[in-house]
């Protein structure tokens, strides 16, 4: 073949400014991830068990703030991130007085910042979804802690929380320390009796609060879609795995109760109720992203992604109002939280009085979600209000947080 008859080579254009710059983000974007899956991975590792005198949880740690000086560097965005997220908050305002309106700061745990920049950054880097990377990592990550709790010598980690957390030990059921045989057994500790009373105990109208958090509340999905969860593939059908039971309860009531890690981590029934005998608790998702208000305010699909259990809960009807029959409830895991386990909530057909003990989490902040059918509940206005601000108000398991319509 003659020169004349070789084909000619396309003509490429030479790449655009704004071609290149976002070649050089998407760079600097995989240059952050490598960095941040580093920084998690050191920091679960300096989490574990040591003979060091030290809080290692709080220095270096998976409980160091985010505000803490050392880790400040590694934790900012870097300066693509700037221009996604200039609100460069370390923790949230939470509301911790119901009758006053009093609010107090509350720091975020870095890892809990390092897990949600990384999530960030998965909504620049596709690829980091289409190939499960991040959510492998954090997988990886939240078994590996739960490891590391779950070893005997953890137990020196047990003061060291105590301390950093001020905990009241005299409302637990066994308050010497030294019978914990692990840091994740004293973590889901059980407490007294007479440590939660339970508002309306013989009242079947009274909702209470699941557990110790910091709650949220509204009227119905599209309302919480309007000023909480921002994730665009949250839907009740994704975050259910249920046709069928998110067309029963669309439009529900919900209420979603995040559990700091300092919290009391067993969660209880909000009703009198029995576990639904046509259907047993199911478990579904596939990792542990964050749970934090940062992430869930964000367009980052915590909610349907993570790890959780789907409970439906048969409700007493005598009231006279019909959407008043069934409840769904969903405890759903985080990062680093090692297990879900239910207890009084696990055997189908089990009857719960208001309070009742449902399950509990292993280490990590973790979430509850509760269902109600439309027009079935009224929830207290000044959760309502609070919630509408974009402010969880901190509430104590067996308080009133509702009544049946």
């Known amino acids: 073949m003659d020169d004349q008859q070789k084909p000619q080579e396309e003509y490429a254009p030479p790449p655009t400014r704004e071609a290149t710059e976002w070649a050089e983000t998407i760079n600097s974007i995989e240059d952050y991830i490598l960095k941040s899956s580093g920084r998690l991975e050191e920091t679960v590792a300096n989490s574990c068990a040591n003979e060091d005198d030290g ?28 221009k996604v997220y200039k609100a460069y908050r370390y923790g949230n305002f939470i509301i911790v007085d119901r009758k006053t309106g009093k609010t107090e700061w509350e720091d975020m745990p870095v ?10 950054a998965c909504q620049f880097d596709h690829r980091l979804l289409e190939t499960h990377r991040l959510q492998n990592l954090f997988l990886k990550e939240s078994r590996t802690q739960g490891k590391h709790f779950d070893d005997p010598a953890s137990v020196s980690h047990i003061n060291p929380f ?4 001020k905990l009241d030990l005299t409302e637990l059921l066994e308050e010497d320390v030294t019978k914990y045989r692990t840091f994740n057994e004293f973590f889901y500790r059980k407490l007294k009796k007479d440590a939660r009373p339970i508002d309306g105990k013989d009242d079947p109208a009274v909702i209470t609060s ?36 998110a067309a029963e309860f669309d439009q529900s009531s919900i209420a979603i109760f995040r559990l700091a890690p300092q919290d009391y981590h067993r969660f209880h029934s909000p009703v009198k109720a029995t576990v639904s005998k046509d259907r047993d608790p ?3 998702g596939a990792t542990y992203f964050t749970v934090n208000p940062m ?28 959407a008043f029959d069934r409840c769904v409830f969903v405890s759903i895991g985080a990062l680093l939280v090692g297990s879900i ?8 057909g089990t009857k719960l009085e208001k309070g009742e003990e449902l399950g509990y989490f292993a280490y ?20 309502i209000e609070n919630s509408k601000k974009g402010v969880e108000t901190l509430v104590r398991m067996g308080e009133h947080i509702g009544r049946r319509i």
């Open 111 to 120: 890892y809990a910042r390092i897990g949600m920049h990384l999530l960030f």
């Open 295 to 322: 992430a869930v305010n964000e367009n980052l699909d915590v909610f349907t992604e993570n790890v959780r259990v789907v409970s439906v809960l048969d409700l007493d009807g005598d009231g006279g109002n019909e």
């Open 162 to 165: 105590i301390k950093t957390y």
């Open 210 to 245: 699941a557990a110790d958090c910091r709650l949220a509340v509204f009227d119905s999905i599209s309302c919480a879609q309007e000023f909480w969860i921002k994730g665009q593939k949250f839907t009740l059908p994704t975050f259910l795995q249920d046709p069928d039971l």
């Open 341 to 348: 386990e239910l207890t009084g909530g696990k055997v189908p």
């Open 282 to 284: 199911v478990k579904i």
């Open 55 to 82: 809080h290692p949880l709080s220095d270096g740690g998976i409980l160091t703030s985010a505000n803490h000086k050392t880790w400040f560097p590694y934790v900012h965005p870097n300066r693509w991130i700037h």
């Open 364 to 383: 990590g902040g973790s979430t509850c979600i509760l269902l109600f059918k439309k027009g079935a509940v009224q929830f207290d206005q000044d959760l």
